[in-house]
């Protein structure tokens, strides 16, 4: 980017996000803190905001949000170039956040500076979809992994979160930078001094899902219960499948843990303070799948900024991301 002749204050970015939830931490604190320096910000997103609103000097373009995953591929480009292409006059930089958009965005990037922000690990999310009939999913994983490989190349431009994604995107050529999923400091202005006050509680605000640990998550709480029967268990509502929710609650009731775990209405990121602010205890239970092991987890540093004790899922063999991150931090068990 620093063959702009433009200085910062003059530079129009369009980011864009087609599956991001509303307020999704990573993408509105990277268009809010770059229109705070000055630059115009134009977010092309699903979210629940009317179009040509402004919030914090970022101008949102919005369109409704696909209805099911086989509408995505079809609906999601359209919507999007709607909004985005009346933009690209005006805008000097395109930075995109989700792969289904890969393939535009490497045709665009032929006329225009793309940049891709690859904070998710889409090929290993593959052999973890439920949805997928398992026989296909090594032969989505190679595609997806040698797809995003081969249209980051034509892009130039990447945004990585985390030193295993270097193997996929080792070409010397491509314009890397690093930015990690930190939690914003503005997390250390909503803490509460009421800590010692609180009733004995552990916290699990992760999507609940099998390889983030949901079902492990209930049974530390059955074992913790036998000891120490009064400590509350709370868990997020955030379920991305109808019937794993109805196995969790099933699961749940079959431990007798319907006093103990109470699942806690989902919030935006930006109100994650408010839930975590009930705990006493911050746990991450993901299981040792290539996805979990790969990743650096941003509740973690919600956790330590909110002064929560840390227990999460650990060994410097499989969690090396994870061990780094918290060994500095006086209140962590591994």
Known sequence: MTSFSKNKQNLSVAIVTSIHPDFDDRVWRHASSLAKEGLEIHLVCPWKIQSGEKKENVTFHTFKPAKSRLQRPFV??????????????????????????????????????????????????????????????????????????????????????????????????????????????????????????????VIFIGSQNLNNGSMLFLEIAEQVKKAR??????????????????????????????????????????????????ATIGINPTLRVGLQINGINTKLFEFMALGLPIITSAGRRKYPDHVHTVRGFPWNVL
Do not use: C
């Not at 973890?128 to 892009?155: A, D, K, M, T």
């Open 76 to 201: 999601i480009p359209v919507r999007v170039g709607k909004k985005l292409i009346p933009l690209l006059r005006m805008v000097d930089i395109v930075h995109f956040h989700d792969i289904d958009l890969l393939l535009w965005m490497a045709l665009l990037s032929l006329r225009k500076k793309v940049v891709y922000d690859v904070h998710e690990y889409y090929a290993a999310q593959v052999l973890q979809r439920y949805w997928i009939p398992s026989p296909l999913r090594p032969i989505l994983y190679y595609f997806v992994l040698y797809g995003e490989r081969f249209f980051s190349n034509i892009i130039g431009h990447v945004v990585l979160v985390a030193p295993s994604q270097e193997k996929t995107f080792s070409n010397p050529r491509l314009n890397k930078i690093y930015v990690k999923n930190y939690a914003t400091v503005k997390l250390l202005e909503e803490r509460k001094e009421d800590y010692h006050n609180r009733r004995d509680a």
């Open 229 to 278: 029967p009064n400590v509350k268990f709370y868990a997020s509502d955030r379920f991305g499948n109808q019937n794993f929710r109805e196995e969790y609650l099933q699961e749940r009731r079959n431990r007798g843990l319907e006093q103990t775990v109470q699942l806690l209405p989902n919030v935006p990121p930006i109100e994650i303070a408010s839930v975590l602010n009930l």
